[in-house]
């Protein structure tokens, strides 16, 4: 059976690229993001920048990052962080990388983002993780990733390098990632104030009950 062709999934990817790119979180061909299609992982190219990009240029891969078709683009430098992290969950369906400036600028720090606002919830754990530094686009970079989101975080930085985020489906993914960096942005504008109050566990616990039936039924 012929891999699928994932056309409207092109467009949704050109689509989120965009949007990241105007939100602020990437620039120029910072940045990558993927979708998942059947046994199959849709990424974006290396190396052109989202408003250059057309539904045409996203890579089809198999789950061990081989392109399934002649005359692809080369996929994204990080596309092992992408397979590793669609092999480890297969709840994933959409991954967000970024290197978005508040985000980053925390991971330089390396250590974990406390509960300083209820927003930590929906990251699937009590605080936002930090992955270990490892060179881009290694395998030990896909193997921190997924060892600091574990089987249900849904967001993380990476030392010395950036953020991802993964959900269900695309816009969802950049949800998170717009959080991830607000929340970054947060913290470090209250620790200027001052010693930032990090909510408890059992309050982080609370939230993510309550967010589980967040928004309209
Ligand atoms: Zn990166």
Do not use: K
């Not at 969950?89 to 600028?105: F, K, L, N, Q, Y």
């Not at 408890?200 to 609370?206: K, S």
């Amino acid at each position: 059976m012929s891999p699928p062709d994932g056309s409207t999934a092109r467009h949704d990817l050109v689509e989120a690229a965009r949007r990241l790119d105007a939100t602020g979180l990437n620039q120029n061909s910072s940045g990558n993001l993927s979708v998942r299609v059947g046994d199959h992982l849709l990424v974006t190219p290396s190396g052109i920048p989202a408003d250059e990009m057309d539904p045409a240029d996203q890579v089809l891969v198999d789950l061990d990052g081989r392109p399934v078709r002649d005359g692809q683009r080369a996929p994204t430098s990080e596309w092992r962080l992408h397979v590793g992290l669609a092999r480890a969950r297969p709840d994933i369906g959409a991954i967000v990388h970024t290197h978005s400036p508040e985000a980053t600028a925390a991971a330089v720090v390396g250590r974990p983002v406390p509960a300083v606002h209820y927003v930590v919830a929906r990251f699937g754990g009590t605080v936002l993780p930090c992955a270990p530094y490892a060179t881009y686009g290694s395998d030990e970079l896909a193997q921190h990733v997924v060892a600091a989101l574990g089987p249900a975080g849904t967001a993380c930085l990476m030392a010395n390098h950036g953020a991802i985020a993964v959900a269900g489906g695309l816009n969802a993914a950049v949800a998170l990632a717009l959080d991830v960096e607000w929340l970054c942005g947060v913290h470090r504008r209250a620790r200027g104030l001052g010693e930032p109050t990090v909510l408890t566990d059992a309050e982080i616990g609370r939230v993510a009950d309550r967010l589980r039936s967040y928004g309209q039924p």
